[in-house]
């Protein structure tokens, strides 16, 4: 799309002209069993209205949006192959108001491109996602300061054992560490405040050192700031919880068969607080986990033909004051990149259904 070049001197400006960049689009590979990992791969979008939004529709199911506001214009993802074995077709279409536009040929920007890229799904073994246990992210991008309180590690997920120290502390006396959290939602109309709890104890050693020990807390995603009062006030800390998966309660089954997507630790801002449910590269529905302290429990119903089938739950925007683009509440395909507010997993489910 268009871009201005300027040459200026101080503040003249001695000559300006317009550069037009093309938008790319390419995915690979081009075929694959069930299950392959797609990377679909848009570069040259736009940053002006009417260019700079666009959504992803997989045989003509809305699958996400396609962001690119850090990312200069380019965006990379992945979505897993699925349906029966043929062609199937990816296509890439702008959108402002949280879905595709489709009559873009009369539109006031009618030039504007678009995509429908085949892939085929080929015979053989289904390529399955990795077990939930092995989709904790190892290691998150973290945004609060060091504190007295030293967590180790300073990210985990609910459950893990972690340990936090200070020192500086009156030698042999016994200490409580204290957790913070938030109670409350955005829509019952009370609000939310912070809650305090202990969450360990300890004493000193003789030189004035402490360990505390403890698994980490069922409670929410994000930071959760550590206290520990002392003679001469608190010493801080910081501990960042990670969502987790677990597995499905049932993996296989005929269609109709409820199975139970379950998370944990899920936060409670407006960047954190939604999962997006993807069935089969279709958008499905989303899930909040503020209101029940970041555990997030969602039940499906199998549908489809004998076989596997995929289940994707990406991050996403709960709400903003943007209005163009009007992208909230629907999958951020591309969070791993370009997601506004926290670090962000996506998670990744199969469901064999029966004959």
């Known amino acids: 799309f268009i871009h201005d070049i300027v040459l200026q001197q101080a503040d003249r400006l001695l000559t300006q002209a317009a550069f037009s960049l093309d938008m790319t689009v390419k995915i690979s590979p081009q075929s694959g069993p069930l299950g392959t990992p797609i990377m679909v791969e848009v570069q040259g979008i736009g940053w002006r209205p009417l260019f700079n939004s666009w959504h992803l529709l997989y045989d003509n199911r809305f699958t996400g949006w396609i962001s690119s506001v850090t990312t200069h214009g380019s965006a990379r993802f992945v979505i897993p192959a699925t349906g029966n074995p043929g062609p199937h077709v990816l296509e890439i279409l702008h959108g402002e108001f949280t879905f ?3 009559n873009m040929q009369q539109n006031p920007e009618p030039d504007r491109p678009r995509w429908a890229i085949p892939f085929t799904v080929t015979d053989g073994p289904a390529i399955l996602p990795p077990p939930p246990e092995q989709q904790v992210q190892s290691r998150p991008a973290l945004r609060f300061p060091a504190g007295e309180l030293v967590a180790e590690p300073p990210f985990a997920a609910v459950g893990r054992e972690v340990t936090v120290r200070a020192s500086g502390l009156i030698p042999n006396k016994q200490y409580e560490l204290e957790w913070a959290t938030l109670a409350g939602n955005r829509v019952g109309g009370s609000g939310w405040e912070q809650a305090m709890a202990k969450i360990a104890s300890a004493r000193s050693n003789p030189a004035g050192d402490i360990q505390f020990n403890f698994a980490v807390p069922d409670d929410l995603g994000g930071a959760h700031p550590l206290v520990l009062s002392t003679e001469d006030g608190s010493k801080l800390g910081t501990l960042w919880v990670v ?10 089954g005929p269609v109709g068969t409820t199975f ?3 998370l944990k630790g899920v936060g409670w801002t407006e960047t954190a607080n939604i999962y997006h449910v993807v069935y089969d590269n279709g958008y499905i529905g ?7 302290q970041g555990d997030v429990e969602i039940f499906l119903k199998a549908t489809g033909d004998p076989g596997w089938h995929f289940i994707d739950l990406y991050p996403g ?3 903003g004051t943007e209005r163009r683009p009007n992208n909230y509440a629907v999958p951020q395909l591309t969070y791993a990149e370009d997601h506004p507010g926290e670090d962000l997993p996506a998670f990744h489910f199969a469901f064999q259904v029966l004959p």
Do not use: E, M, Q
């Open 100 to 102: 595709p536009y489709r």
């Open 260 to 262: 139970a997507v379950h």
């Open 317 to 319: 925007i709960y709400k």
């Open 286 to 292: 989303y899930a909040c986990g503020f209101n029940s």
């Open 243 to 252: 969502p987790k998966a677990l597995p499905l309660d049932v993996i296989r």
